[in-house]
């Protein structure tokens, strides 16, 4: 016969470690107050695509096919509906489109 031998975990007390909480010296109020989140009219950014594109006269498929971007992320730039840019896209966006990325990205005040 086999005895196999059993030992009980010992169980371990464990207290929460009660720590101190101090104020910063410094006033933060003023800064986030000043910041952009709280600008309500900073304007917005608009995308040309959808002109460069009738300019060159090339669809968004062929687009999507020559950048090897998705079709979803090609109508995003095309109706001016991204809200995250990928660098590498843009690139080879402006690649195709023979165009500089000032051409596509504008800043309306």
Avoid: H, W
């Avoid at 086999?2 to 800064?31: G, L």
């Amino acid at each position: 016969m086999i005895y196999i031998r059993c030992q009980e975990k010992s169980k371990k007390n464990f207290t929460k470690s009660k720590t101190k909480t101090t104020k910063s010296p410094y006033n933060y109020t003023n800064i986030i107050m000043d910041s952009i989140f709280n600008i309500k009219n900073y304007e917005k950014v608009e995308f040309n695509v959808k002109d460069i594109m009738k300019r060159k006269n090339i669809a968004r498929n062929k687009l999507s096919v020559l950048t090897g971007a998705t079709d979803n992320v090609i109508n995003r730039y095309y109706n001016n509906t991204i809200t995250r840019l990928d660098l590498d896209v843009l690139a080879r966006i402006c690649f195709v489109l023979d165009c500089n990325i000032s051409d596509i990205i504008e800043y309306k005040k």
